[in-house]
């Protein structure tokens, strides 16, 4: 198998953070796990365990119907609750009609009652997460380049990045506007800014799959739902409204310009928007709609360059033969890499380090790996060569 030099590599990657005027980020769920919040076959385990009578057994018909349906894979609570919502949509949320022996009102009731399980489970791990590392990512972050705004893109619920920007006091922007109830206005995320506004310097945020902040709510007519953003919820068993989280494909086909649509939008035109350097982590690319955008961008803009850090060489691989060999995307696993197309191993000699390098903040010694996989060492190498680090953690620290 070829050989990358490691230090080479990495020399180029610190180039690059620093030359670049435009940045762009896409955070999946080993993000939020490298903090402390429970992954996705953790969640579905905890809501299964949480669930009582006919919903309990409501959900284990459609999680072995589904893992009888698709034999190779690891059913999930995202799987079961898009095909939840199949049933909702196929009966028509009536009593009269089933699937899977599953009526319509008890597939919305179960809907509605896993949702809140999720918020439970994620908002109580939320509670105790350290919130050091995501504020010190956000305070370098923003001490880059203020001319172009940053763009942060994430599948996960949670909401350790608004407390984290918050908590240093980083002005954001979502889509939402107002203040009672903030709604959603597909029109304020369809352009860039200019140079000239205030809010051009402004992080942006969007959640591709939703949000514990997000309810829908219902119009007056009863028909029909608006989506809105909430504060601090006290009491989510007893709350009316539907949580907002993972766009099945009934959200994606409810609205064209309901946030899921109108983010996805901003996504490939983020990517495609001329020169960019846009960084994946915590993200194993098992998303074909996201896999999708981002490929056919490499292939249309040659001025996008895609950085992927992965936590397993596996994913590397699995990468490796679904993306074609792309000069302006560069994969770094533990011991695996994919550079220039081709995949390869890393090469790690002192001797290649000049008094300057500090290989410490991303090579692992005593495994003999780049350490970079995981979202905390990442932010830690990110203000360790930014010149800043001092000026970053009085930020984090609130001094």
Known sequence: MVKFNLVREIRELKNQLSYSKKYGFFFGAGTSCALGVPNIATLTTGVENALQGDHQTNFKKIKDDLETTYPDKTINIEDILNQLRQIRSITGERSDKSYLDINGESATELDNVICKQIYEIIST???????????????????????????????????????????????????FVGSYEPFFWPESIDRFVEKSDLTQNWIRLWK???????????????TSHNIVRVGKISDIANLDNELVIYPSKEKYDSSKKQPFVAYFDRFKNVLLGGERLFIFTGYSFSDQHINEIAFNSLRQNNRLFILVFFYQDSEVEELYKVSSPFLNLTVFGPTKAIINGTLGEWEYKEDDLNQNDKSESYWDETNKCLKLGDFNHLINFLITNSGKKENIEEIASGQ
């Open 125 to 175: 791990s939320e509670a105790t997460v350290d919130l050091s590392n995501t504020k010190k990512f956000f305070a370098w972050l923003n001490m880059q380049n203020r001319v172009f705004s940053k763009e942060i893109f994430t599948s996960n619920y949670d909401l350790i990045v608004e407390k984290s920007l918050e908590a240093i006091r980083t002005p954001y922007f979502d889509g």
């Open 208 to 222: 591709i799959h939703g949000s514990l902040s997000w309810f829908w709510k219902k119009n007056s007519d009863s």
